[in-house]
């Protein structure tokens, strides 16, 4: 059984609604409750800790999942160890690969390097990011490893994005492929994980691609995607406001476009004048009606 060391916290004032809730969530409220219990609790910081700890053994997944999401300091990392190699439910494993991800130590790599083989999915897509996030330099070899018996489309397109972060950019061309997937969420998936891992060496490149994916589709939901992450990518590629203003010459300037342009443009570094005049001379060249949106 994994030890946990906390650091002990001098006591405060006891906060009587704090204490009400703890006494809620031991009587056996609804795990909705519960959950919500875990999730109130950590601005007390004197309870936080107990009551986390108490709540990563309960019977509800769901609850064990948000507790994990809770745990934002190094004291944590023994027992999001453990939940990301041994807790029953892939939520929690996810989620504490995650967080373990965003704590950031050196000594969690191990963990990463294990959870990349995980029977489900969304852990080895968690440990993936994480081992980006991390530069472990056992990381390319061990997604590399991974994705030679990878099934699951979404996974592969993460590994992409993981590897491309860890500096194998030869990686971005797969990345950009799905924009085309044969599934609306593999290529939102890769939209947005493209516009996380482009650099501004990379970025016009992206956006490229993105705006040629924007123009070929009719999927209402792939099409705020894509423009979604332009928008992204307007905070280091230059390009971002142009393309969606030229798509805007090649379609119907309809309120996703317009939107976009005017996020776009206020990222980098232009006007909401600037970016009307840009969209209604778009809209111009197609032949359609500026867009009133």
Known sequence: MMAIYLRVRPRMAVNPLHSALLRLYRQGAPYSVRMRIVDLIRYDEDRAAELIIEAMADPSAAVRAVAASRMNNSEYIPLLTGA???????????????????????????VFLRAINDRAGSVRSEAAAALALSGSAGGIDAIRGAMAGERHRCVRISYYAALVQLGA?????????????PSAVARAR?????????????????????AAAYGQTADYATCVALADAICALACVGSGAAEALVRLSGQRPADEILSRAVGIAWARS?????????????????????????
């Open 84 to 110: 990301a190699l041994s807790d029953p439910s892939p939520v929690v494993r996810a989620t504490a690969v995650r967080r373990l991800g965003r704590i950031q130590k050196q000594w969690c790599a191990p």
């Open 190 to 210: 890769a939209a947005a994980l493209l516009a996380a891992v482009a650099t501004a060496k990379t970025a016009e490149r992206a956006i490229d691609a993105l």
């Open 169 to 181: 950019p030869e990686w971005l061309g797969a990345l950009c492929a799905e924009l085309r997937a």
């Open 269 to 293: 570094g232009g006007t909401e004048a600037s970016a009307e005049a840009l969209t209604v001379g778009g809209a111009a060249r197609s032949g359609a009606p500026p867009s009133r949106h």
